[in-house]
């Protein structure tokens, strides 16, 4: 039963892209779709190879890798913390909840000139912008994990003796864990988009520069291949992450 439950949604997720690949090849073949805006998919997918061989998308790859890696450990380092700071400290959490939240719903991505003249045109800058988009939901889900520990919880640790110290790693941690890995999800999503659209405006290194420089090419084909070649790391970036969570779940 549990494998029939896995097998049918497996079948049904994958038949949708392969029904839907299929279609457009057709539409495509028979100039219903236009072959100079969408070329047809089995093109895309034979330029997948060309991007390896030919273009060194590898090596753009590991150069969007590493501003994402940064900034995941800014959203880490800053995020978590901070959040867990606003769950305890009221006042400032009163004072800063509303301006944080705003941040999140603001187009950061439109300041890179900004940040530009701050950081200088180099890699701190996209990562500096990438870190300041995924701060907000990591803040905000951090708090709300640790104010959403449940009051019975609590009670159970002070039944024990347990010190401040205590109860946090023990009881509060464990409980807002799951929240703060929703937040630093939707963090490093965040993130991973700013990167790859500011490496895209300003041409300086990684996948967002390879589909600029295959778009002014007018090398449709590999463009669209280098677009779903993103897509393919943002889906594996995230069952990453969410391999990641369910282990320290388990581990907790």
Aim: with cysteine.
């Amino acid at each position: 039963m549990t494998a029939s439950r896995a097998f049918w949604p497996f079948v049904l997720r994958w038949g949708s892209v392969i029904g839907v690949l299929i279609i457009v090849e057709i539409l495509v073949r028979y100039n219903i779709l236009n072959q100079y805006v969408l070329p047809r998919p089995s093109e895309i997918l034979g330029s997948l190879g060309r991007l390896v061989t030919e273009e060194n998308v590898l090596g753009y790859f590991a150069i969007t890798m590493l501003e994402v890696g940064v900034a995941a450990i800014g959203l880490i380092a800053i995020g978590i913390p901070f959040g867990i700071f606003l769950a305890y400290r009221h006042d400032f959490r009163h004072a800063w909840r509303d301006w944080i939240a705003g941040l999140a719903a603001a187009p950061v991505v439109l300041m890179y000139p900004l940040f530009l003249v701050v950081f200088g045109r180099g890699p701190m800058t996209i990562t500096m912008i990438a870190l300041v988009t995924g701060l907000p939901p990591v803040i905000l889900n951090a708090m709300q994990g640790v104010n959403g520990t449940r009051e019975v919880l609590l009670n159970v640790g002070r039944s024990f003796n347990l010190s401040s110290q205590q109860q946090f790693w023990k009881i509060v941690l464990p409980s807002a864990l799951p929240q703060i890995f929703l937040g630093l999800r939707l963090g490093l999503i965040y993130t991973m988009i700013t990167v790859v659209a500011v490496e895209y405006l300003i041409t300086l290194g990684g996948l967002g520069q390879l589909v600029g420089e295959l778009a002014e090419r007018y090398d449709l084909a590999a463009t669209y291949a280098a677009v779903c070649f993103v897509v393919g790391v943002s889906i594996l970036f995230f069952v990453f992450l969410e391999w990641v969570e369910r282990w320290l779940r388990l581990s907790a």
